[in-house]
Structure formats: structure tokens, C-alpha cells
Antibody, heavy 118, light 111 residues
Framework: EVQLVESGGGLVQPGGSLRLSCAAS????????MNWVRQAPGKGLEWVSY????????YYADSVKGRFTISRDNAKNSLYLQMNSLRAEDTAVYYC???????????WGQGTMVTVSS | QSALTQPASVSGSPGQSITISCTGT?????????VSWYQQHPGKAPKLMIY???NRPSGVPDRFSGSKSGNTASLTISGLQAEDEADYYC???????????FGTGTKVTVL
């Protein structure tokens, strides 16, 4: 079964750090571009970051640039998001999503909740 | 990169057809045939319903169809069913400094 499973979310104080992980299974992870997408409580979807299949090309939303770092380990079939200098407005469910079918996000994880609060 | 514009809500009775619009610019929706649509039920992850403007992934009912004209893409749900009540988001590839943008989201209510 093709599957993405996120982990690493939790409660963190403003200014703190957190590292999210996304474990992939059921497909050749190293062949696919991956993304992180977040959704604040009661709000819409917001694209956060992209990484190419090899990891050589990376993009970030302006709202997280300079604070978040996306990476991947194709040998471990895993995607990561290192989040530093966290702010209250980073509070959201974070999803990892696979890119396929013409730049569409065809597979999504179940999401992991990040809460930034003192 | 600003979010694509969608109506906040659309409603219809069972069996009716509804259409959700998604308006962008020539740098995103109008410039590429990489528009996709997602369905999201409360507390669940989004699900891909349409890709490349009008293509349906395997398993998506043919009641769902997509189209595009200029800078506006549309998702039509024909023969509306109770289980179609959900939030719907469009997305597009963009030529801006960030490769993807989502729409503002539309809540579909089945009356």
C-alpha cells in the first residue's frame, strides 16, 4: 500500500525548534518530488516547501524561508522538515505530500499537529 | 504569491450540479495546464480529485469533472450526493519564486 506517515509534531514554545519526519512506503521514494503543506486550525491549505527527487532543488514559501529546512534521505525513504524560530502563526497540521500526475499532490500523509504556544 | 480565489461556499440539493471556480493569473492558472482539485472532509487529509485541469485519478467518480478558461479553472460535481459535502481546494503550478499555490477553499453543502 502506498503510504506516507508523518511524525514529530507537538507543543513547542515560541522561538523553539521541532523536526518533522515523513516515512514513505509502497513506492520508490527516490523517484518522486515531495512537499510539505500545512493547514492552520479552521483555515485553508498553505504550501510550505518542495524538494526534488534527488534533493538538489528546494523551494520555500516566503512565510518560512530562512527558518525552515526541508531535506530527505532516500536510503531511509524519509522526508524531513526542520523548523526553527517557531512562531504562533506556524501552528498548524503539517502534511507531507507526493508530487505526481502533472504537478498534483497525489498521496498525502495523515498529518501531524504542531502547536506553538507559551 | 497570493492564493487563488475561490467562493467561500457553494450549496446544492442531492442530484443537482454545482460548479466551483478558481481564479488566478496568467502566471499560474492561465499559464499552465497544471491545475488540480482536492476534496477534504473534516479531520481528514486532502484527497486528489482532478489533475492537469480535467483528468480524474483512478477511483474518483466521473461525477467530478474539471475545466479551464483563461485564468479561471472550474470543478463541476454532477448528481450531487451527500458524501460530496466537504471542503474543496484548487491548486496550480506557478512561475513565481514558489512553485505551487492553493486556492482559498470552498465549503460545499448538500442541502
Amino acid at each position: 500500500e502506498v503510504q506516507l506517515v508523518e511524525s514529530g509534531g507537538g507543543l513547542v514554545q515560541p522561538g523553539g525548534s521541532l523536526r518533522l519526519s515523513c516515512a514513505a512506503s509502497g513506492f520508490t521514494f527516490s523517484s518522486y518530488e515531495m512537499n510539505w503543506v500545512r493547514q492552520a486550525p479552521g483555515k485553508g491549505l498553505e504550501w510550505v516547501s518542495y524538494i526534488s527527487s534527488s534533493g538538489s532543488t528546494i523551494y520555500y514559501a516566503d512565510s518560512v524561508k530562512g527558518r525552515f529546512t526541508i531535506s530527505r534521505d532516500n536510503a531511509k525513504n524519509s522526508l524531513y522538515l526542520q523548523m526553527n524560530s517557531l512562531r504562533a502563526e506556524d501552528t498548524a497540521v503539517y502534511y507531507c505530500a507526493r508530487v505526481h500526475m502533472g504537478d498534483a499532490f497525489d498521496i498525502w500523509g495523515q498529518g501531524t499537529m504542531v502547536t506553538v504556544s507559551s | 504569491q497570493s492564493a487563488l480565489t475561490q467562493p467561500a461556499s457553494v450549496s446544492g440539493s442531492p442530484g443537482q450540479s454545482i460548479t466551483i471556480s478558481c481564479t488566478g493569473t496568467s502566471s499560474d492558472v492561465g499559464g499552465y495546464n497544471y491545475v488540480s482539485w482536492y476534496q477534504q472532509h473534516p479531520g481528514k487529509a486532502p484527497k486528489l480529485m482532478i489533475y492537469e485541469v480535467s483528468n480524474r485519478p483512478s477511483g474518483v467518480p466521473d461525477r467530478f469533472s474539471g475545466s479551464k478558461s483563461g485564468n479561471t479553472a472550474s470543478l463541476t460535481i454532477s448528481g450531487l450526493q451527500a458524501e460530496d459535502e466537504a471542503d474543496y481546494y484548487c491548486s496550480s503550478y506557478t512561475s513565481s519564486s514558489t512553485p505551487y499555490v492553493f486556492g482559498t477553499g470552498t465549503k460545499v453543502t448538500v442541502l
